[in-house]
């Protein structure tokens, strides 16, 4: 009888102990997901100028490890409530056609455009990768390099 009451007693620590194993520091379950916000490592500043005639959108987003202009773009346009466009497939490839229903001009027109902390963009903005405190600002205008 005595051996029964400490095999139950056993059991219900182990159950105990496998419960507690089930959540992280956080006290989240073993197969929930952390949020954006949880993963953030700082914050960017993200500005979209269409010109003189509508006034500039103006957020501050989420910078995680693996942050990308692109990404940074995405994440303003769900908190700014801003619809863009974009082609290509690869994160290379990623080409912004259209913010906010200002669509590109092509040739010779305005395009949309992207600078980090003041610098032209030399890549494609779903490979440039950005940094906290980093301040990007997309711009409708003709291209003119540096």
Same mark, same amino acid.
């Given at each position: ?10 059991? &219900? %620590?182990? /159950? +105990?102990? #496998?419960? $507690? ?9 073993? *197969? ?36 990308? &202009? %692109?990404? /940074? +773009?995405? #994440?303003? $346009? ?9 082609? *290509? ?58």
């Amino acid at each position: 009888m005595k051996l029964k009451v400490t095999a139950s007693k056993l059991l &219900v %620590f182990v /159950v +105990l102990l #496998a419960i $507690s194993g089930c959540s992280d520091s956080n006290g989240k379950g073993a *197969g929930q997901e952390n949020s954006p916000a949880d993963l953030a490592i700082g914050t960017v500043e993200v500005e979209i100028v269409f010109g003189a005639d509508r006034e500039a959108i103006q957020s501050k987003v989420d910078c995680l490890n693996d942050s990308t &202009v %692109f990404s /940074v +773009l995405q #994440a303003a $346009s769900d908190q700014g409530g801003f619809a863009f466009e974009s082609t *290509g497939v690869l994160k290379g490839d990623k080409f912004i056609t259209s913010i906010g229903g200002v669509k590109n001009l092509a040739g010779d027109g305005k395009n949309w455009i992207y600078r980090v902390n003041g610098d032209l963009g030399d890549k494609g903005s779903g490979v440039f990768a950005v940094k906290p405190q980093d301040r990007i600002v997309w711009s409708f205008g003709k291209y003119e390099p540096e």
